[in-house]
């Protein structure tokens, strides 16, 4: 929970474009730039999702630029128009025929009516002309022609719906409608509306009953571009039977299935039913409140496309295709010239040849190929912009960059491969903008929160802190800059100071280039050895160095960690010896000691400079104990809160001092080693005789002090601590005991 406190200015802003993407989904706030997406997504989709293969049940016969180089321009000739018609139904013995041109005026390229004209005008008077003409009559009249071709056949003609103020109508529609208006429920709006048509002569009306309408809803969607086709559209008109008549797809689709009834299915719930299907006999075909079927593309359009096989129409008229070639197929009529305007803009393509669309229809309806936006979509919507805000509102917020980035891309991909899955498996057009938009504005608005604000707090961390505190603990700070500051408090801590011996010597001994390029070698070195065990450099005082533990981040085992730094910084001091050794330069040496103790840290100074630095009597006593290292002949002499806090070591017992400015006598130690079994097996006999030096030393036993320091001093002659004692122990021996006397050693001097 303090993470998310900490965090949660970030969240809310990761979270205000889930709030928008919800009031897009509920419909609270329609963003038409998410809807231009979400058509732009759906085009993609079903471009990258279509079969793209031929479909050999339906052939589309096609007036053509050649045909038209052919056979003249259009419209032909009804006669011609019936031999096409004749060709395909009997010699070809096509299934079904569908037309996706129309015939509205009657075809007077016979003349038929200029001879009528002239036998009853000026050539009334010719005997026997009038009779000759209605001899001729028959063959002169190219509708009727046209008429008997159809006559019996399985063939759909095509015509259009208009609205208008004042309705118009001209030819005939199908004698009755699909479904009579009482199909569907009073109240609500199921279907486009229109008022008039322009249909075929009633001649060729009669002799194929069966008729679909060629409207398709070009501005449903705002862009122009044909994805639906309406299957039922409803006329109110005056000039034939009120109802809901059939689109020349599903007029064709009906007649190639022996013309299965169609009844409407509605979604339970709501005061007005809403349309959710349209049932063809056992099929049922989704489709939206304008009775509209999503078209299923199968790929291209055009001869070339490869969906489906394109004949030029004046290959049929002039009989180039062998005897039955077309047989049992399904034939659609149509009109790819330019010329003709039958060409429309659908995702697959800007010029889409209009009977195209209708060949689709067909197709998908019989492959069951549907595809349907399901009427829980917003609810869809809602909770995939819900779950996916979720998410990113606390994984963006808690993660690093670079995990951030993988969790983004990671959302999309299961956003996207969910949303094609339903697509590709089940045919459901679901929404996926929204989601999408949602994820890519909280993650640059997350990353901008971070980089102009928590940046900014980093910055400032880094700048306080760069040049005390190691990398690796600035790195760790800036996981929560709003953790640390300069401000000063008290908390338990380790301090150590390093200090080289005879550095005056050494100075007087080396120009001042040669000096410093040296002091820069060796600082650098226990520097290094520092910050490798998570310590801070406090400040570089002349040949001293300062650092302490457990500030600015709290760093539990301080005192282990500096003691190892200790350790370390022995062992670099010597491998720096052993280089001069062979270069000829002289050797150094350092004393270091360390405290444990609670301390005051914070950015202290004077309004001119201040630094980050630790005060305190605890940072003192460290200070006197460095001093002390060469007394001793020891290295590293640290306080007994120290060695308390560090049993992983064996320690050696020192003394117990008195140091100046402190009124109670201090244990001090070194450390020898870490605490293995090697290195007990080897030290405890050691220890355990030097502890009995030490108490028989504090109760002023100098003859059993010296007996036990004896064979400590014969193993090792040089060791000043040992010299140390046995002058003290001789020196002793030839005073009387004190009564007053507390073991402790006092040293005057800093």
Not at 228 to 238: I, K, N, Q, T
Not at 288 to 312: L, N
Not at 602 to 614: F, K, P
Request: with cysteine; proline share 7%.
């Amino acid at each position: 929970m303090s993470v998310l406190r900490r965090h949660w200015p970030r969240i809310v802003i990761t979270l205000l474009p889930v709030l928008m993407a919800l009031a897009h989904a509920t419909g609270i706030w329609q963003l038409s730039a998410l809807e231009r997406l979400d058509r732009l997504i759906y085009d993609i989709r079903l471009r990258a999702t279509m079969p793209r293969t031929l479909d050999p049940r339906i052939v589309i016969v096609d007036v053509d630029d050649a045909s038209l180089a052919r056979q003249g321009q259009w419209p032909w000739a009804r006669d011609k128009i019936a031999g096409l018609t004749t060709e395909l139904l009997s010699r070809q013995q096509v299934a079904v025929l569908g037309f996706d041109v129309m015939f509205l005026e009657p075809d007077r390229s016979s003349g038929l009516e200029r001879l009528r004209d002239m036998a009853a005008g000026p050539l009334r008077g010719m005997p026997g002309l009038a009779a000759e003409v209605e001899r001729l009559a028959p063959t002169l009249d190219h509708d009727a022609t046209f008429a008997r071709s159809l006559e019996g056949q399985a063939v759909a003609l095509g015509y259009y719906f208009t609205h208008t103020e004042v309705p118009s109508a001209k030819g005939q529609l199908p004698a009755a409608p699909l479904l009579p208006v009482d199909a569907f429920p009073a109240g609500g709006s199921y279907a486009a509306r229109w008022n008039g048509f322009g249909a075929s002569l009633p001649a060729l009306a009669q002799a194929a009953p069966t008729a679909g309408f060629l409207n398709t809803l070009v501005g449903a969607q705002g862009d122009g571009v044909i994805r639906s086709v309406p299957l039922v559209a409803r006329y109110d008109g005056d000039k034939a039977q009120p109802g809901y008549y059939e689109s020349l797809g599903l007029a064709v689709y009906r007649l190639a299935n022996g013309l299965p009834p169609v009844r409407p299915v509605f979604a339970p719930g709501g005061a007005v039913p809403r349309l959710e299907s349209l049932r063809l006999g056992p099929l049922r075909v989704p489709v939206d409140q304008t009775a509209s079927m999503e078209v299923p593309f199968r790929g291209p359009g055009g001869a070339d496309g490869g969906s489906f096989r394109y004949i030029p129409a004046a290959d049929v008229l002039d009989g180039r295709l062998g005897p039955g070639e077309l047989k049992g197929k399904i034939v659609l009529v149509g009109a790819t010239a330019p010329g003709l305007q039958d060409l429309r803009a659908t995702p697959v393509e800007a010029a889409f040849p209009g009977v195209e669309v209708h060949a689709n229809i067909v197709s998908g309806l019989l492959d069951h190929r549907l595809l349907s936006v399901p009427d829980y979509a917003p609810g869809y919507e809602v909770l995939t912009v819900l779950a996916t805000g979720l998410v990113l509102a606390l994984g963006l917020s808690l993660l690093s960059v670079p995990r951030a980035v993988l969790l983004v891309a990671g959302t999309i991909a299961a956003l996207v491969g969910l949303n094609s899955w339903l697509f590709v498996a089940h045919g459901l057009v679901l929404p996926l903008a929204s989601a999408l938009a949602m994820t890519a504005l909280a993650f640059v608005l997350n990353m901008s929160w971070g980089y102009f604000v928590e940046s900014r707090a980093r910055r400032g961390l880094v700048r306080l802190f760069g040049t005390y505190v190691p990398p690796q603990l600035v790195d760790e700070m800036l996981t929560q800059p709003d953790r640390y500051s300069m401000r000063a408090e008290s908390k338990p801590m380790t301090v150590m100071f390093c200090d080289m011996r005879d550095f005056t010597r050494l100075s007087e001994q080396m120009a001042p280039a040669e000096l410093q390029a040296f002091l820069n070698t060796v600082f650098s070195r226990l520097t290094d050895v520092i910050s490798a065990h998570r310590g801070t450099v406090d400040k570089y005082m002349g040949d001293c160095v300062m650092a302490f533990w457990g500030a600015p981040i709290d760093t539990p085992g301080h005192a282990a960690l500096a003691v190892r730094a200790a350790l370390d910084m022995a062992n670099a001091v010597h491998d720096i010896n052993m280089t001069h050794r062979a270069s000829g330069r002289p050797e150094i040496s350092v004393g270091i000691g360390i405290n444990s103790g609670v301390m005051s840290v914070g950015d202290m100074g004077s309004a001119a400079r201040r630094s980050y630095t630790v005060v305190g009597d605890a940072v003192n006593l460290a200070s006197r104990l460095e001093g002390l290292s060469g007394h001793y002949g020891v290295e590293i002499v640290t306080s007994g809160a120290t060695r308390e806090q560090a049993p992983d070591y064996l320690w050696q017992e020192l003394d117990s001092v008195l140091v100046k400015g402190k009124a109670q006598a201090v244990a001090v130690f070194t450390p020898l080693a870490e605490r293995t079994p090697d290195a007990e097996k080897e030290l405890q006999p050691l220890l355990v005789r030097w502890g009995e030096v030490l108490a028989a030393y504090r109760r002023q036993d100098w003859a059993v002090g010296r007996n036990l320091l004896a064979p400590l001093l014969a193993a090792d002659a040089k060791k000043v601590l040992y010299q140390l004692y046995a002058q003290r122990l001789a020196s002793m021996a030839l005073r009387p005991q004190d009564p007053n006397w507390d073991g402790a050693t006092r040293f005057e001097t800093k």
